[in-house]
């Protein structure tokens, strides 16, 4: 009887021990990767659900260090991070700046290690290469540092269009073409993305200006910002999926980008099918839960008040919890496929050693030969004078956010060097010791908080007399550098920027006098990151070699093209002007500082004077200019331009054969065969415009391609596809692309003012695709047109 009783309280006992088991499985935390996804938000509570959804930088503060972005949880120096949720087994995301590399903190509290990253040329020099294998390349040196360094999501690459020289962030774009734009974006994205780590292209869209950015309205027409300034982006989603992208401070037509439904979801999501998340720059916006509704995923780097905002909006009804959960699915998304989820263990020990040589390698490819009368370069003398206070303070890149704490740079001087050219003592004296009286007048100010984003350089000066005619008669050759740099925050000015100051137009002129007195050759290196003007001094100097801003490797880069080791292969991004005023946005960008008390770094709401009495370009800037930018207004109004877009020298010379073209359907595979009929071992860039009548532009390029290295006599077929819709332009009053039936003319050149061959294709059926009508102007706009012939 005992024996039975013992018995059923033991079956009573086990009984009751699995029914508490399986109530505790049945109520335990559900963990992100364990459980799906709708299991994990359907777990979560709202306030959870807000917190994923704002920055977690939150918890250290609202203020302007955090709309600089940077933040010293988990990685030191990144921009920021997500909030985690232990509860759920959700970790943050680390994310940080890096459109020429990864920014983090180079050394560490508690540490005597340092951790430095690699330099990689700017993107305007990267697009100067037309070579998306080679950006691929150096995308995957990026990604190997960003996952080697702990960080999940680089942000970056920038792609907004050079609408204006005087863009204080052009360096960080590509180019003034929306195509060569997507197509170099695409690459990187893909480079970087191959270790397993994200991007955020940025900035979405028609961030043109750093004057007011948190605040413009771009007043644009659908076709122009269709055709133009939303192309770049659309072709990078489509053909790379970036992991996220970033959302732009200014307003389109009325609206903020990150408030947008329009075109963060309708465009950016249901038309060309993005699959990521969306962030925001660092603060921008002004209505949280409308950024919520909008798609506008993450708000970086986070507020109290936003995390506020959005309860109480949920709250009241104004924001539905669907719209929520649905940017809730995307962060998570994004968490589950991040290193850190994933639980990898980083190294911080990258290989910088071989990605030095790989950004030395890139910046080569992306420069550009200006001018090479009586074939100065490459250099034969090794006796050289170097001139000019950039070359011996080298600019590997621009600043602000897109910035990189590297470990060096190579002064063009070193490089030289390294490359067995001797650099005249004397003047080497002259420019170091001004250097150093320069660098006392200029210590830094540790109290500024600038500090870390601009550093003063020496201001530049010419030489006496004596210095300069003793280098000519003991040198063989001057060299000489103007230097400009720029960044964030703030846009580039006229005088002393895009044009010379009279102090580096006299040291042109007098070192050229000088030297050409003594039958010696001066080349002059532009280490630029934008367009300046050119056509008031270029017939002075003998050689003009564009080295852009290449990199800490920089200085070995160009010394490897001055000594013949590599022949310049790159090709302009953008055009040249004579003049800025032939600019035609000219007009309608700020060329002067904004009014005092303009804020250029965040979005914050107008006062009400301000909305009463908006400044144009400042407030609001009106893109008159509609589709004409760059070579598409140059070459459409037979404009005539300093350089024309997609221009560049080499040492080699090449023939074009007459192309041949095979049509499939609505497919077009035009091969052409590119000869080195030159001496020396070179690549070339074919070039396919489309003349397409019924867009009123000249041509618009439609495909591009680098040859490998040709020898002297050594041929290559190079083949490019196009699409009748490719052809398309946007109609606005159809809301649609469209492709009238008719002929079209392929045009092959090696820029798009040196066309050599042409063949005429006929599109059989008019194309048309039917997208969303939205973005509208909200206001009237006059923009110009070319009148028919």
């Known amino acids: ?426 003047v080497r004296e002259t420019y170091e010791k001004h250097i150093a009286a320069e660098d006392e007048r200029h210590k830094a100010d540790t109290s500024n908080p600038w500090a870390r984003f601009f550093r003063i350089r020496p201001v530049e000066f010419v030489p006496e007399t004596a210095v300069l005619e003793q280098a000519a008669a003991e040198a063989g050759v001057a060299l000489l550098t103007i230097g400009r740099n720029a960044g964030e925050f703030v846009d580039r000015k006229l005088p002393d920027d895009f044009e010379l100051s009279e102090i580096e137009q006299q040291l042109i002129t007098n070192v050229c006098k000088a030297f050409h007195a003594a039958g010696k050759k001066v080349a002059v290196i532009l280490n630029i990151g934008g367009v300046i003007e050119t056509a008031s001094w270029k017939a002075q100097p003998d050689a003009i070699l564009l080295a852009w801003q290449p990199g800490q490797e920089g200085g070995h880069s160009v010394a490897d093209i001055l000594s013949g080791k590599v022949s310049p292969s790159g090709r302009l991004p953008m055009t040249f002007p004579i003049n800025y005023t032939d600019i035609p946005s000219s007009a309608n960008f700020p060329s002067a500082a904004p009014p005092p008390g303009v804020s250029s770094f965040r979005s914050v709401r107008l006062t009400p004077e301000e909305e009463a009495n908006p400044v144009r370009n400042v407030h609001y800037s009106v893109y008159e200019e509609d589709v004409y930018v760059g070579y598409r207004y140059f070459d459409t109004f037979d404009k005539a331009v300093s350089y024309p877009f997609g221009y560049g020298l080499s040492y080699a010379v090449f023939e074009y054969a007459q192309p041949t073209v095979r049509q499939t359907g609505n497919d077009f595979l035009v091969t052409v065969k590119v000869k080195n009929t030159g001496k020396t071992a070179a690549k070339e860039v074919v070039q396919l415009y489309v003349n397409a009548p019924a867009s009123g532009l000249s041509k618009e390029l439609k495909g591009f391609a680098k040859t490998a290295t040709l020898r002297p006599g050594e041929s290559e077929e190079v083949t490019l596809k196009v699409n009748a819709a490719d052809f398309a332009s946007f109609d606005a009053a159809a809301s649609a692309w469209i492709t009238p039936a008719g002929e079209y003319r392929l045009l092959i050149g090696a820029s798009s003012a040196d066309i050599k061959n042409t063949v005429t294709v006929n599109v059989p059926q008019e194309l048309r695709t039917k997208v969303h009508d939205v973005l509208k102007l909200q206001t009237g706009i006059t923009v110009i047109k070319k009148l028919r012939n």
């Open 1 to 426: 009887m005992k024996k039975t009783k013992l018995l059923l309280a033991l079956l009573c006992f086990m009984a009751t021990a699995n029914c508490y088991c399986q109530l505790r499985t049945a109520t335990a935390d559900p963990q992100l990767g364990k459980a799906t996804i709708d299991e994990v938000i359907h777990a979560m509570t709202l306030e959870e659900k807000v917190d994923l959804l704002v920055g977690a930088e939150r918890r250290v503060g609202e203020g302007f260090n955090s709309t600089v972005g940077e933040s010293m949880s988990l990685v030191q120096g990144v921009a920021g991070t997500t909030q985690p949720i232990p509860r759920l087994g959700i970790p943050p995301v680390v994310v940080a700046d890096g459109p020429a590399g990864l920014r983090i903190s180079p050394v560490r509290e508690g540490t005597a290690e340092t951790f430095y990253c690699t330099a990689f040329p700017v993107a305007t020099l990267l697009a100067s290469s037309w070579n998306t294998g080679l950006v691929e390349e150096v995308g995957k040196a990026i990604g190997n540092e960003v996952l080697e360094y702990g960080v999940d999501v680089i942000l970056g690459p920038a792609l907004n269009l050079h609408r204006n020289p005087l863009c204080g962030r052009n360096f960080e774009y590509y180019s003034e073409d929306p195509l060569l734009t997507g197509k170099i974006t695409a690459a990187m994205v893909r480079g970087v993305q191959s270790n397993g780590v994200g991007t955020s292209i940025k900035h979405f869209a028609a961030n043109n200006q750093e004057t007011s950015r948190g605040n413009n309205d771009v007043r644009i027409t659908q076709r122009a910002l269709r055709e133009l300034y939303l192309k770049g982006f659309e072709i990078a989603v489509r053909e790379a999926q970036p992991w996220t992208v970033m959302s732009s401070y200014n307003k389109i037509n009325g609206v903020y980008a990150s408030e947008s439904r329009a075109l963060l979801t309708d465009i950016l999501r249901n038309e060309w099918g993005f699959e990521g998340a969306v962030m925001t720059d660092w603060s921008g916006g002004v209505d949280p839960p409308q950024q919520i509704h909008a798609g506008n995923d993450l708000l970086m780097p986070g507020v109290i008040s936003q995390r506020d905002t959005i309860l109480h909006a949920v709250r009241t009804g104004r924001l539905s919890e669907e719209d929520v959960n649905t940017d809730v699915r995307r962060i998570l998304e994004l968490v589950v496929k991040s290193p850190r989820f994933k639980g990898y263990k980083f190294s911080n020990k990258p290989d910088l050693k071989a990605h030095a040589e790989v950004t030395r390698a890139s910046a080569t490819e992306g420069m550009v030969l200006l001018k090479n009368e009586g074939n100065v370069l490459p250099l034969s003398d090794k006796n050289i004078a170097v001139f000019g206070i950039t070359s011996y303070e080298f600019i590997s890149g621009g600043s602000g956010s897109g910035d990189v704490n590297e470990a060096y740079t190579i002064s063009l001087g070193e490089g030289l060097a390294g490359a067995g050219f001797t650099n005249n003592p004397a």
